[in-house]
């Protein structure tokens, strides 16, 4: 089969759920197949248990032979808007500063990979990194199975990669959730200007009114910008006609489309 054609899984690894779609490829991608699955004693701060579950469904029959695009759960990454630096003369350098600077924020990255968004806007590149150790584990399963990982992506550029052209040009947030876990960032004309994540508990009507204040931060009260809100169905609170502020974003049919949207609607969609 040439590699041009070879299916795609599109895998969601989190703490406490995996979710999985195999992609057909061709003219018009179609799921062939899909698989969710929850983690025993999941956990932030320990990614060997889904380590073990993501073995387990990838020795099933049929899940094998592919190009896998991983998208890995919030809190195991870290974020952070790079502002401009005179002086650097190659990625490299940019990288290196990148770091740097996540170092101070969040202690020793020396073990994390770290990447720069392409996009050079004038507050600054957004940095994101995730641990090696756990991208070392994800590619060896990945390749023990006779597939392959071709990308590995942040949940909430993911998610922003989706919804990117159904934001507004103004200002605005953008909100990812999941289970156990939020991150927002404030999009502006000329790109990230913040970026935050946090761990969530299961109120959701408290974490509600969090998300609410993210759109004041900026704004202030009388300017309140638009938050908009990427998270499963089974996550999201009903709003009322009042609240104008918070807008729910909804995916719809993703036959034909590509293997991130696919896994996107499928993630939206499992409990």
Known sequence: ?????????????????????RIARG???RRV???????????FSNWEPALAVLREQLARPGWSGAN????????????????PEQGLENEAERVAHARHLLSQAFGDMSEWTLTLSDE???QGRVASAIPTALLSGLTQEVAASG???ISAQPRLIAAFNQAAMRLPTAACWFVAVDDGS???AHVTPLGWDRVHTIRIGTDWNAELKRLRLFGRIVGGQDNEEKVFVDAPVWL??????????????EEGDPSGRSTAAQLAWLQAHTV
């Open 68 to 83: 896998v695009r991983i998208v890995v759960a919030d809190p195991w990454v870290r974020y952070m808007i790079v502002p």
């Open 27 to 29: 003219i018009r991608p």
């Open 236 to 249: 999201r609170a009903p709003t009322s006609a009042e609240d104008d502020s918070l807008v729910w974003l």
């Open 182 to 184: 939020l991150a927002a």
């Open 33 to 43: 197949a899909e698989a969710r699955a929850s983690v025993d004693g999941g956990h």
């Open 1 to 21: 089969m040439s590699p041009l054609w070879r299916d795609e899984i599109g895998l969601l690894i989190t703490p406490r759920r995996l979710v999985f779609a």
């Open 120 to 122: 050079f806007p004038a």
């Open 147 to 149: 597939s392959r990982v």
